[in-house]
């Protein structure tokens, strides 16, 4: 059934409109529901009148089905700690590092017969997190300068900051 212009919600073509008689004009998201869907790409071609006053037709082609991407969210952690790198100028030592995710519950004793961490169980609990941001996710660069180690964000982890923001952070259980 042909669309009339006044009821288009697009501002391309009309055979690219998502209107009210289509399926997907009728969805509303609601939270926690995915819906899945095939993208296609239909090439529009336009005849070329003879005459200037007669409108343009417009030929869709066989449409061509699109490949489709998921997106990995990063953990919590991962965003908590591009935030800290963020609001310190895009970089940290790890001994400043270890200190906020301490108080922050992500970095902390995990075996009840244990009272205190030594540093190197602390280091290696950070390690755990770091080496996944830096060799998976691209989020973080470590530079070692002798005993002194500094953690710089990246443009991929400030994009990541940007798109999934500071997820809120689930402490473990003790």
Known sequence: MPVPPHERN????PSCAINRYTPFGKLRPKP???????????????SKPKEPEVHQTEHVQDPDELPVYGINKPKPEYTFILNLLKENNG????????EQ???????????E??????EAAKHSQLRAI??????EWKYVRI???????????TPQGENALRIFGVMPV???QR
Do not use: C, Q, W
């Open 113 to 118: 017969s244990k009272s205190e961490l030594t």
């Open 10 to 13: 697009s501002s391309g073509p």
């Open 143 to 153: 530079e070692a300068s002798g005993r002194r180690s500094e953690v710089f964000i």
């Open 32 to 46: 926690n529901v995915h819906v899945y869907a095939t993208p296609y790409y239909a090439p529009v071609s336009y």
């Open 91 to 98: 970089r940290m030592r790890k001994a400043r590092l270890i």
């Open 130 to 135: 770091l080496d996944p941001m830096e060799s």
């Open 170 to 172: 689930r402490h473990p």
């Open 101 to 111: 995710l301490e108080s922050a519950g992500i970095i902390g004793i995990r075996d």
